[in-house]
């Protein structure tokens, strides 16, 4: 079946660096993708989100990367601080589904 | 803001006991969802519900069901709780938006034990 995956489980990085986590989908009807933060104890939080028409956006520190020739997505952190340690989460949605799919997440570990 | 809020953060119960979880949203939100998160699963679907009194299946549906009275609440009840159930349980919701499924919104989650 088709599914939203996640490239990597673990991405240790160093403060102030540039993080980029990747996430792969398969289904090219796919409309819709959004990243979600997850906290230890919290539910998931919206960080950011992108539709199919577009390429690219930007909010405060993240920017979000849609290739639909290759069907990847990325998140891009600038100058990763401590509270940005969490688990992130792409999600998909199809065309005309109530319904997203999730990635199974990748935890990023901030090292001082 | 968007406010989800889930009746419990912590829930410890028995098995074979009936187990109710209560959500609520203050954005007036058409759709309303329900998740259960598990180490290395994700985020899987139970059940969601588009309007007050409509409910459909989601992806894992079997030992749970749910109601939806009122637009803001949407409830997940576990008739007869096993320990294959423990478990972090998510509510979110989303607006109808454009026509497209909008961002949904999720709550802080209740980790239910079942012992």
């Known amino acids: 079946g088709e599914s939203v995956g996640l490239h990597l489980p673990t991405l240790s990085v160093q403060e102030g660096d540039n993080s980029i986590i990747n996430c792969a989908y398969s289904n090219s009807a796919s409309d819709y993708f959004i990243w979600y933060k997850q906290e230890s104890g919290k539910g998931p939080q919206f960080i950011i989100d992108?539709?199919?028409?577009?390429d690219k956006r930007q909010g405060q520190r993240v920017t979000v990367l849609l290739n639909k020739t290759v069907k990847h997505l990325s998140l891009q952190i600038a100058a990763t601080q401590p509270g940005d340690s969490a688990v992130y989460f792409c999600?998909?949605?199809?065309?005309?589904?109530?319904?997203?799919?999730f990635g199974a997440g990748t935890t990023v570990t901030v090292r001082a | 803001d968007v406010k989800v809020t889930q009746s419990s953060r912590y829930l410890v119960k028995r098995t074979g006991e009936k187990v109710f979880l209560e959500c609520v949203q203050d954005?007036?939100?058409?759709?309303m969802f329900w998740y259960r998160q598990d180490p290395g699963l994700g985020l899987r679907l139970i059940y969601f519900s588009y309007d007050v009194k409509m409910k459909e299946k989601g992806d894992i549906p079997e030992g749970y069901s749910v109601s939806r009275e009122k637009k803001e609440r949407f409830s997940l009840i576990l008739e007869s709780a096993s320990t294959n159930q423990t478990s972090m349980y998510l509510c979110?919701?989303?607006?109808?938006?454009?026509?497209?499924?909008?961002?949904?919104?999720f709550g802080p989650g209740t980790r239910l034990l079942v012992l």
């Open positions: 979110a919701s989303s607006s109808i938006g454009t026509g497209k499924q909008e961002t949904q919104y």
């Open positions: 999600a998909e949605n199809l065309l005309g589904d109530y319904k997203l799919s």
């Open positions: 992108i539709r199919s028409n577009m």
């Open positions: 954005m007036d939100h058409e759709n």
